[in-house]
């Protein structure tokens, strides 16, 4: 999913980030943890 705003022909998905932020804002409902950088 990090590389779900990048163009296709550069290995990402081609989305836009609105759609990039949707998906890491359901990946949060589920689970914090997964959606937040590790601080260390």
Do not use: N, Q
């Amino acid at each position: 999913m990090v590389c779900a705003p990048h163009p296709e022909e550069f290995g990402g998905l081609g989305m836009d980030w609105v759609t990039h932020l949707l998906l890491w804002e359901e990946v949060a409902v589920v689970s914090l943890d997964l959606a937040m950088p590790d601080p260390h």
